[in-house]
């Protein structure tokens, strides 16, 4: 198990694109060499908002950090009026409701285990009935969003890092890329309860570099060509190093938001593994979680 930090961190919540599987440097390692600052890596490979807001321990550590960094996650990976999901591993679909099962009572549900592929089965094989379940979600997100963004308080930024846009409408190209069915609307209606809004765009280049200097093993590479790479990291981390830039090590810091550091250790279950960065880079192994 790793370190969950001092009390004095930035805490960083998300999934993939913050976990930075296949990434030597992530976001929050260049965050924390960036402004020379501690921070803490909650991310989980394919979290969606469930597994955050079921887990106490994750929300005391942000409580009790001096600032989070939250990234805009899709809404598929939660469970909703018309699906579950796996409590913890949230891209697992569990089970229909009797409310999905009548929209498409032409489909058998025990054919799916993950999320996106049944909702892409979904979209398929009716695109005009999918957008009841697309209404569904975008409203189930936004009550979760202000939810997790209510328990966490303090200083919060929101972060946006796709490849796509935000943008009002989603575009059929990015009908499938991260943040699943989230638009502009939706993030814009949760700025006055964050601190910074951060929009990062992933640029061309980086989308063509996103191989190079990733650390890939040889059962990783179907995978890796999912993920974003360095540069699209670096790319992130100069909005956030931005955001916080008064948290940098040569201005004046402030006390952590919460009471004694030890009490924060007590709080980590052992099946938990958190990755704290104290300013300089970690090295991580391509096949170490």
Not at 56 to 62: K, L, T
Not at 243 to 269: F, H, K, N, V, Y
Request: aromatic share 6%.
């Amino acid at each position: 198990m790793r370190s969950a930090g001092t009390g004095q961190e930035v805490a960083f919540v998300g999934a993939a694109m913050f976990y930075g599987r296949c990434v030597p440097r992530p976001l929050p390692d260049l965050v924390a060499e960036g402004l020379g600052v501690p921070t803490v890596n909650l991310a989980i490979h394919n979290a969606g908002l469930d597994v955050f807001l079921r887990d106490g321990a994750v929300i005391d550590i942000c409580r009790r950090s001096r600032a989070t960094v939250i990234q805009v996650l899709g809404a598929a990976n939660m469970s909703n009026r018309l699906y579950t999901v796996h409590p913890r591993r949230n891209d697992r679909f569990l089970e229909a409701t009797d409310a999905l099962r009548a929209l498409y009572h032409d489909v058998d549900f025990t054919e799916f285990n993950f999320t996106q592929h049944m909702l892409r089965s979904l979209w398929e094989r009716c695109p005009k009935r999918f957008g009841a379940i697309e209404h569904e979600l975008q409203a189930a997100w936004t009550a979760r969003m202000r939810l997790l963004l209510d328990r966490i308080g303090g200083r919060i930024t929101l972060l946006w890092m796709s490849e796509a846009p935000c943008a009002a409408q989603i575009a059929p190209a990015d009908r499938w890329r991260s943040p699943l069915f989230v638009t502009a609307g939706m993030v814009a209606a949760l700025r006055k309860e964050v601190s910074d809004l951060r929009i990062c765009r992933i640029s061309a280049t980086a989308r063509a570099t996103q191989a190079q200097g990733m650390m890939v093993g040889p059962d990783d590479a179907r995978m890796a060509a999912r993920l974003v790479g360095p540069s699209a990291h670096r790319e992130a981390a100069a909005h956030i190093i931005d955001s916080l830039a008064d948290l940098g090590a040569g201005t004046q810091a402030g006390p952590p938001r919460g009471a004694d550091p030890q009490i924060r250790s007590s709080l980590i279950r052992p099946d938990q593994s958190f990755s704290t960065s104290s300013g300089t880079a970690v090295k991580r192994s391509a096949t170490s979680p």
